[in-house]
C-alpha cells in the first residue's frame, strides 16, 4: 500500500485543521505493516515493549539495544505513518551529552524518524539540545510510566491544582523547547482539554479526555492481545489472544488426533522413486 510519509508538518497541519491524529504502538514488523495498511499517522516504538512484548514488569529494564533492534523491525513494514522511536530509562536522563546521542543511535541505527521521551520543566533543556542537533522531538508529561515509582505508582495525575498547574507548565516548558508535539498521559478531561487549548502544537492523549488533538493506545490493548492488566482508558476493539489462543489448540488437537498434516498439506513423490528407493533401504 503506497502511502506517502507523514511529516512532523502534517502532525501540526491535522491541530491546525482541526482533524484527530490517530497513533499507535508497535513493536516487530506485522505490526508496522498492519498499522501501515491502517492508515494510522504515527506508530510509536514504545517502550512498552519490554511490558507486552519481553514479559517484564514496566518499563525500566529497556534498553538501547532493545529499542534499536524493534525499531528497525517496525520502519521495514511501516512505511507510511511517521514513527517515533521511544528512549528507554537512562538513555537521555544521565547527560545531555548521552540524550543526544542516544537519540542519534535510534535515529540512525533504529530509521525512526523523531523520538520521544519523558518529562517535563526538568527535561526542557535536553530536549532543546537533541532538537538543536536535528532530531525532532515528542514530549509525554502526566503519567510517565519510567517514573511511575516516583509518581506513587501507575496513577492519574494532575487531580488537583496545584499537579495540574505543574502540567499545564511542563506542557508550555516542552513547546518553548521545540517538541513537535506532546503526549499527555492518564490526566483528568478537562485537564486534557486545557493542555491541548494552551499549546498551539499537537497534544496526543492516552487517558485524557476526547477534548485533545488525537488518540494513542498500546497495540496490544486495541487487538485484546495483553491481559495481564486493562488501564481504565483503554477500548478493546478486538479478542485476538481468545482467537490466537483458540487456533492453537486447534492445532495441537489436531497433531495429536494426527489430522494435521492432511494430503493437502503434503508433498507427493512419484510412486517409481519410491519404489526405487524401498530396494535401496537395507533390509531390517
Ligand atoms: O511506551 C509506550 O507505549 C508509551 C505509550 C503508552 C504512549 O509511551
Redesign the pocket.
Known sequence: MAMEKVSVLDVQKAKDDGRKLVMV?AYDYPLGLLAHEAGVDIV?V???LGMVVLGMEG?VGVTMEHMIHHTRAVVRGCKGPMIVG?MPFMSYNTSIHDAIVNAGRLVKHGGCEVIKLEGGVDFASTVEAIVKAGIPVMG?IGLT?QTASALGGFKIQGKDATAAKQIIDDARALEDAGVFSI?L?AVPAPLGKLVAETVRIPVIG?GAGADVDGQ?L?IHDVLGLFDRFVPKFVKQYANVRKIMLEALNEYKQEVMEVKFPGPEHSFKMPAEALEQLKKMMPDK
Do not use: K, R
Open positions: 504502538t510509536l514504545g517502550d512498552s518499563t521511544d509525554h510510566p503526549i498521559e492516552i494513542v498500546v
